[in-house]
């Protein structure tokens, strides 16, 4: 399978968003890639290879937890940053201390990466752990702008946290 099929297998979905395409193909793909040179395609199929193994959409290695977060990091780190998915997963493997040691302010720094690039779950983790007191960084002023973002980007939990604050 090429990677551009791996690509189109991994986009199908039912209407609930569960995937229907050949995802253990596609998983065949992506780890071969993924391990092959240094190409562009490398960090797009690192991204997938992580997302697939800590998705559970395959049966991943003993050190799984470990090597999801060394492969979000990664991706995170890499300067085409064209995976904002992977900081805000990245922060959430920081944040619960999964694969790595547990980081809460290294986390907050990639969701606010995150949510920079546009990534609404990541304007609500970090307007949340901001409001939460996450790390001694309590800032109820940006917690509050990042709440509004992601409302405004119709991100569910954002609008009831806004309703629920009066913002």
């Known amino acids: 399978m090429t990677l551009s099929e791996a690509t189109k297998q991994h986009r199908l979905v039912d209407r609930t968003g569960h995937p229907i395409g050949d995802i ?3 998983y065949k793909c992506f780890e071969a890639y993924a391990n092959f040179g240094k190409s562009r395609n490398q960090i797009k199929t690192k991204y997938y290879k992580a997302y697939y193994i800590s998705r559970r959409f395959i049966k991943g290695p003993k050190d799984k937890d470990k090597m999801v977060a060394e492969l979000f990091k990664e991706v995170s780190d890499d300067e085409a ?3 904002p998915a992977a ?3 990245y922060g959430d493997c920081l944040y619960n201390g999964k694969g790595v040691e547990q980081d809460f302010a290294e986390a907050l720094k990639y969701f606010e990466k ?4 546009g990534f609404k779950v990541a304007m609500y983790n970090a307007g949340n752990k901001y ?6 960084k309590r800032d109820k002023e940006k917690a509050i702008d990042y709440m509004k973002m992601a409302a405004y ?3 569910e939990p954002a609008i009831k946290f806004c309703k629920e604050h009066n913002l």
Do not use: G, H
């Open 114 to 117: 995150s949510a920079v690039d």
């Open 24 to 26: 253990e193909t596609a």
């Open 131 to 136: 409001y939460n007191d996450i790390s001694d």
């Open 153 to 155: 980007n119709d991100y």
């Open 81 to 83: 940053n064209e995976f």
């Open 87 to 89: 900081k805000v997963r």
